[in-house]
């Protein structure tokens, strides 16, 4: 089966459909080419879950005497993160855009973000891990330089520099691996088998190249900088994407690093240390936002520093913990900003202070927000809390009480959303003015999400079925 490749050639013939055909057809076409690959990455997930493709390998030689191919895996990884990443994907097409600004361009670049991010999420070799990388990088950048509004430019340039800090140091990390591996090859699998040949200063020198790459991409504390006017000044389809999907790149290649090389598990409390001071930091700064965007924003980055725990406890409960915690979070965020977009268009604002009675006027975007502080914050029967479950049962196995710390910031959070949100969406004493009507426009990616969020949450064997 090549599923992997099928996937992101219909996304990229996706691409040029919408490039080609007239505006008005732009989100029709997306929409179709976006669910044909949801359709496909489902078949995938169903047949693996029935055992016929359990870890299996689709590999296509590219330049074999330097060990690059064109490799992708199937495995307990990569299917539930492509899942999120259709999920995304097709949401942020259907709901993420009501005048169709710039629509070929905005489809065109969810399409281009939505086969990046599948691709990353499969790579069976750090030559293609790389190439995605860049590609997302690219695509996040237009979204918020082209799509954005505010002080975007601005905003653009800082997401710029950072991503190509994270850029350089993962290409210096991969060759070193590359070049230090007794068996020059890409392949991670092969690298997985042959790491521990690494001189053991070489393998830290890697291991802090690539650790600060990807912090950079979640974001963790101290390379955050770059993500509050990112989320915030991004179209609401970049800002569910770069929040969604983007930022588990760089939580995806932790948990990679952590699985290649052994000296990355002698680190692990240090590890632990950052995601305690990322996920107090987030949360203690998220508090004091009145701009819902740039709350939501430090939202994301203390459920990054959640997962972060998870693969810092490096056990069979961390690691699924982790892995669900990104499929969780995702839906999560990408249902937060979602809402949160649709509030600002349809009342002219996004600002807690002045956005009161949102309920008697956009019950269903009032509601959805609502949820989505549910699936952010870990409420049972929310996939969240199946993910909070496994990681913390992980870290105390591994760290003790310490491992517990991350999750009072996340009750931190919740509960100053929770009261934020009933002072001011749901108190109807005083309403603000409504600017456009355009309620039911959202109503399907709101369905897609919340119903995804609830069936991982319920169901949760359909993700731990895999291992």
Known sequence: MIFFPAIILVLFLGILSVLLLDKRFSRPAATLFSAIALAIIIIMFVYYLSGRTANYSETVQY????????????????????????????AAIIGGNPLQEKGKVANSLVLLFEATAIGLFASGNLFLF????????????????YLGDG??????????????????LLLFGILMIYFYTPIRSFSISIIEANAQMIPLGVQEVIFVSLLIAFMIKMPVFPFHSWMQSAYSDASTQGSM??????SKF??????????????????????????????????LNGIRKDDLKRMAAFTSMAESA??????????????????YGMLAFGLG???????????????????????????KEAASSAYSFLFGVFAATGVPITAAFIA?????IGADKSFGVLGLIPLFSIIIVGAYLYYAINKSFFDTESSVEIVRYETGHWNPSYALLIFSILALGIVPSLILGFR
């Open 250 to 283: 760089g939580a995806y290649g932790i948990l990679l690093l952590f699985l290649m090389l052994p000296v990355a598990r002698t680190y692990a409390p240090y590890i632990l240390i950052i995601a305690i001071a990322s996920a107090f930091y987030a949360a």
């Open 306 to 323: 959640v997962i972060l725990t998870g693969i810092a406890a490096f056990s069979i409960f961390g690691l699924d913990g982790a892995v």
């Open 388 to 392: 909070d479950l496994l990681i913390f």
């Open 63 to 90: 330049i074999s005497a330097f060990g690059i191919s064109l490799q992708f895996f199937a495995n307990g990884f990569s299917v539930p993160l492509s899942l999120l990443a259709g999920i995304v994907g097709l």
């Open 333 to 359: 965020i990408a249902l937060l900003f979602l809402s949160i977009g649709s509030i600002e268009f349809m009342f002219g604002s996004k600002h807690m202070s002045i956005l009161n009675g949102v309920v």
């Open 130 to 145: 790389f190439i995605f990388w860049d590609i997302g990088v690219i695509a996040a950048f237009f979204m918020i330089s």
């Open 151 to 168: 002080n975007h430019l601005n905003s653009a340039k800082i997401y710029l520099l950072y991503s190509l800090l994270a850029s350089a």
């Open 241 to 246: 994407l770069i929040a969604g999907l983007l």
